[in-house]
């Protein structure tokens, strides 16, 4: 191909060579942080047509990485705010996207910024996010989306496949994990991609899911901790009935569980699994007219003085993950 032909601003550019980026800046693939690049064009191609930007868009990309996915939203949007977590990989970002004016590079946690200074005040529902993230903060990071005071109308998740079966999960394979994303948006399979895309090549595919959040319900937090403090409690003990469950992770008899899922509607022998996401709201619901007993308070650590994918995972785990699901996910992300 003759390079001089090539338009910086506009598909199709050169695959960017991103071992040698990396090695360049002395960097390596961090596993601690999930780091597996995606460095095939016509994958990324297909998870930014995923996205349906338009030319007016504003778009949130968590996780930027070395800007392979980043040019490509670029190129179709009229502003890119693209995050990244690891500060070795921002003088990258800056190199790789200087052809591109319509992109903010930020370095930091997406978990602790402000969506609406990230994204510009743009209203409510008119941005969209494209996110390449270890699947543990999942969760989170839709929560802290959807709580922020801007919302965005579609999410975009580079995710491993079998994570994305269960985020797609209907009633009858409902897992808590597909429960803390449902509770926000629709989500839907747009594709899977091959493992030899990434770079460094992970042991299982991974798939591109759309979670659509336009006309989506606003969540207040207040709503949202004690359907996920009950949720947490029912997903406990999965093969147990949600009477017994309930009562044993809140704390309260089997007979008043019991009375109380009946007076939401729902059958109190019933698996948590079972259970639609409208079902868990009316539980909420329910049992939000009874006093639960307190949470009992843990001390609080310096989040400065923590492992970053620690503190991450940590606030994934206060959102959505029972504590035998997120142990067993994290296993699997260890073994890539």
């Known amino acids: ?5 090539i338009n910086p601003l506009s598909p199709p550019w050169p695959p960017l060579d991103v071992r040698r980026l990396l090695r360049d800046a002395g960097l ?5 942080l999930g780091q597996n690049f995606l460095i095939v064009e016509s994958a990324l191609t297909r998870v930014a047509a995923a996205a349906a930007i338009r030319p007016q868009d504003t ?7 070395v800007g392979s996915l980043t040019r490509h939203l670029a190129a179709a949007a009229r502003h890119v705010a693209a995050i990244e977590i690891d500060p070795g990989l921002i003088p990258i970002l800056h190199s790789v996207l200087a052809p591109f004016p319509n992109v903010t590079v930020i370095q930091g946690d997406i978990l602790a910024q402000p969506v609406e200074q990230l994204v510009g005040g743009v209203a409510p529902g008119t941005f969209k996010v494209a996110a390449n993230i270890p699947y543990y903060i999942t969760s989170a990071v839709i929560r802290h989306l959807m709580e ?5 109308g579609r999410i975009v998740l580079t995710v491993q496949k079998e994570v994305a079966d269960r985020i797609c999960a209907a009633p009858g394979k409902l897992s ?7 509770y926000y948006g629709k989500p839907s399979l747009a594709g899977t991609i091959s493992a030899e895309s990434f770079f460094p090549v992970p042991d299982v595919e991974s798939a591109i899911v759309c979670v659509d959040l336009e006309g989506s319900t606003h969540r207040s937090r207040e709503a949202s901790d004690l359907l996920f403090r009950i949720a947490r409690a029912g997903f406990s003990q999965k093969r147990k009935m949600l009477r017994n469950t309930l009562s044993a992770g809140l704390r309260m008899p089997a007979a008043q569980a019991a009375s109380l899922l009946e007076r939401a509607g729902v059958d109190s022998a019933r698996r948590a699994e079972t259970v639609s996401v409208e079902e868990w709201i009316r539980i909420t619901e329910t049992f939000a007219l009874t006093e639960l ?15 970053k994918r620690d503190r991450i995972h940590s606030a994934h785990e206060q959102v959505a993950a029972g504590n035998g699901d997120a142990v067993e996910e994290r296993k699997q992300a260890d073994r890539q």
């Open 148 to 152: 922020s005071a801007a919302r965005p």
């Open 293 to 307: 007993p307190a949470v009992e308070e843990k001390p609080q650590e310096d989040p400065g003085g923590k492992d």
């Open 28 to 32: 390596r693939p961090r596993k601690s």
């Open 1 to 5: 191909m003759d390079t001089s032909l």
């Open 176 to 182: 808590l994990l597909a429960l803390s994303v449902q």
């Open 59 to 65: 778009v949130l990309e968590i996780g930027a990485g």
